[in-house]
């Protein structure tokens, strides 16, 4: 494996780079592309490669500097590198050679986006008398491309103090062949030497991600217009257009990739646009489900029905995926049969509806899971998580260590066989002989804690490492059918892009084994990738199902009030010095929790005169250690309430993340809940409404007194949500 710079990071401190990390970076990507890649690159491509190695090394910082920059004109007054020295002569060299240049008349828009507005208006002035100041720079610029010609505006500009980096295309193309994607500069690289991106470790040697160099070059011609699509202007959206039907013919997945997705903007666009042909015309020139979507609806809102049936029938007879044939089949039927509603909108008409407090309308799944625990349940957050772990552990071997196994760089997120799809072909026999295994869970169970023992925490792209999921790997080889679990992580062994995600949310263990459950709150959709995942589950033989949620006010939810005094406002610096709470249910207090703490710093003045709370009156009191425990039983699974809850939330959360610990609840602010639910008080602070609601608060800045008077506020606010609750 290559070697590059390491970095070592400090606790809260960023690792310190070499001064010329950059240009390390840039001979690292050439060293790697000269041992992978020749076959690749063109001899001119390679003889650049030689000329950069023979400029001197502050030429060739230099290069490097402004190969990292964006864009590609730079003014020459603006360039200082004190690392590197004194410019003059470097850029002198990269001048003569070919590097940089002064931009000329073909760089007639890209001068013009780079000037400042003041300096257009000076350039178009000296032609353009009457021309308005107050002119935004994009307007300027687009008067200037329709009333100027190109020589005789770049003859008004200072040429002399504009620098241009040649050779732009071939860094731009060294980048892609190493990344497998469109980047500008080398930020990767310097990411994963201050520790912010990981990169793989399981290979000392790498493959090239394209055969030759005709491959190379469709998946960058793609990857390339359709980064220009992104950033570009309409005049360079217009030539995309136009330039589509000289589009090369695509052979590998990579390219056809960044062409389905290149189309699908493009006929988005002409859509929009009311250019219905040219967008049919650019769908056409797709595989992919999406511009098959496209295309049909377009030809059914265009009143052409009949090529609509056609290309419907043909999807059918031949899909491209089983998605395709999916979508096909739904709209068949609601178009063209006598089907009035879409498999998603059957799943929904049919799922379970289960009623939860709205207070936790923010964490649908986590209020859920606690539904189905308070009902005897075993309940885990499962999702795409589960399967790609259970997956990536199963082969763990096959995808990472075996001599055979392909990654294309370093930074490669999944390894080559799963992004093309050859993944159960190269290993059919492991493979099989693994899934055969999963009909004795403990063997399975031994082997996944082999892998996560020798491996936890190593970077790969199929899953991220979490101490709770072999938990919930294990519910599910347990409780689940090996034969269905079989199917569907062969299924994902032959295509794992196409099955990497749309997995329900929940893993539900019940007397009948696994349940995989799907929960969509009000106004949720099933997405495409979620109703072919549940299908497929099913046929598997697994049950999986949607579940509604309904909000509502449950007259029975437990809220715990809580109110904290502190030496002061920021909780990064300052301490608890009294938590008190409250807790309810029903409408009924059941419980108190009070205990003045010892902040471990001095309260200052003004804080005392406001509490009341003294340093000598907290010297022998607990710290926050001793009644952590005490207070997270206190508080259950509550939802945590509070007067302007995220000043309190914040510092209880704070002292129990510096024990290491987490605190984790579902939140109700009453003082946003009564500016939404009591509109027209001219102050929302505690002391103003229980004045206004009569409400006692005898000893206000002490905790408790605080934080019945806020409960009293709870009892108004949840009397007129259930008032206002659309099914009341």
Request: charged share 25%; glycine share 6%.
């Amino acid at each position: 494996m290559m070697s590059h710079p390491a970095a070592i990071r400090a606790p809260g401190k960023q690792p310190e780079l070499p001064a010329f990390y950059y240009h390390q970076h840039f001979l690292e990507l050439l060293n790697f592309l000269s041992a992978n890649y020749v076959h690749v690159l063109s001899p001119q491509e390679l003889d650049l490669v030689n000329q950069f190695r023979a400029l001197s090394l502050p030429a060739q910082r230099l290069y490097v500097r402004l190969a990292n920059r964006k864009g590609r004109i730079f003014a020459i007054p603006s360039l200082r590198y004190p690392e590197i020295g004194l410019l003059a002569e470097p850029l002198e060299e990269l001048r003569q050679r070919g590097w940089v240049c002064s931009p000329g008349d073909e760089l007639y828009q890209d001068v013009l986006r780079f000037l400042s507005k003041s300096e257009i208006y000076d350039c178009l002035k000296m032609d353009f008398g009457g021309l308005n100041r107050s002119l935004k720079k994009q307007q300027l610029i687009d008067f200037a491309l329709r009333q100027c010609k190109p020589a005789a505006f770049m003859a008004s500009v200072n040429l002399k103090r504009l620098l241009v980096q040649c050779r732009v295309e071939w860094v731009r193309f060294l980048l892609f062949l190493y990344f497998g994607e469109i980047r500008e500069g080398l930020s990767r690289f310097t990411m994963r030497d201050m520790g912010l991106v990981h990169t793989h470790a399981f290979l000392d040697s790498y493959e090239p991600r394209f055969a030759d160099r005709e491959q190379a070059l469709q998946a960058f011609f793609f990857a390339s217009r359709l980064r220009l699509h992104q950033r570009g202007s309409e005049q360079d959206k217009q030539a995309l257009v136009d330039g589509a039907d000289d589009w090369p013919e695509t052979t590998i997945d990579t390219a056809t990739v960044y062409r389905d997705r290149l189309a699908l903007a493009i006929g988005c666009d002409l859509e929009k646009s009311g250019r219905v042909d040219e967008a049919l015309a650019v769908y056409r020139r797709s595989d992919s489900t999406d511009c098959a979507e496209r295309l049909i609806r377009l030809l059914l809102s265009s009143g052409r029905r009949e090529e609509a049936r056609e290309q419907l029938e043909s999807c059918l007879d031949n899909p491209r995926s089983e998605a395709e044939w999916m979508l096909a089949d739904d709209l068949y039927q609601r178009k063209f049969g006598r089907k009035r509603t879409s498999p998603a909108t059957d799943f929904l008409r049919a799922a379970k509806i289960i009623e939860l407090d709205e207070t936790h309308s923010g964490s649908p799944e986590r209020a859920a899971i606690r539904h189905f625990q308070k009902h005897g349940l075993q309940a885990f957050r499962a999702e795409n998580t589960v399967w790609r772990s259970l997956f990536g552990l199963l082969f763990w071997d096959e995808l990472f260590l075996r001599r055979s196994a392909v990654l294309h760089s370093p930074f490669d997120a999944l390894p080559a066989s799963l992004k093309h799809g050859t993944f159960y072909d190269d290993f059919a026999d492991p493979i099989e002989q693994k899934l055969a295994t999963l009909a004795e869970p403990a063997i399975t169970r031994r082997h996944l804690l082999h892998i996560s023992t020798r491996h936890f925490g190593e970077s790969n792209g199929v899953f991220s490492w979490r101490k709770s999921t072999l938990e919930v790997i294990f519910a599910l080889l347990t409780h689940a059918n090996h034969q269905a679990v079989a199917t569907m992580l062969r299924m994902m062994c032959r295509s794992y892009s196409q099955t990497r995600d749309g997995f329900p949310d929940l893993l539900l263990v019940d007397k009948q084994g696994a349940h995989f459950v799907e929960i969509k709150a009000e106004g949720d959709q099933v997405r495409r990738n979620q109703l072919l995942r549940l299908q497929q589950m099913r046929d598997a033989g697994l049950r999986a199902d949607v579940v509604r949620v309904r909000w509502v006010v449950d007259p029975l939810q437990t809220y715990v009030v809580v109110d904290v005094e502190t030496t002061g406002g920021s909780g990064e610096h300052h301490r608890i010095t009294e938590i008190a709470a409250v807790k309810l249910r029903g409408g009924i207090v059941i419980e108190r929790f009070q205990t003045l703490l010892n902040p471990q710093r001095l309260i200052p003045p003004k804080i005392t005169r406001l509490t009341g709370i003294s340093d000598h009156m907290v010297a022998q009191s607990p710290i926050f250690a001793d009644i952590a425990d005490a207070f997270s039983a206190f508080i259950g699974d509550a939802i945590f309430v509070a007067h302007n809850v995220n000043f309190d939330y914040g510092f209880v959360s704070r002292e129990y993340a510096r024990l290491g610990k987490r605190f984790r609840h579902p939140k109700l602010c009453t003082c946003a809940s009564m500016r939404k639910l009591y509109p027209g008080s001219g102050s929302y602070s505690l002391a103003a409404l229980c004045r206004r609601y009569d409400i006692p608060l005898r000893q206000h800045h002490r905790a408790m007194c605080d934080a019945e008077a806020a409960a009293e506020l709870l009892l108004l606010i949840n009397e007129k949500r259930a008032a206002t609750r659309p099914d009341h």
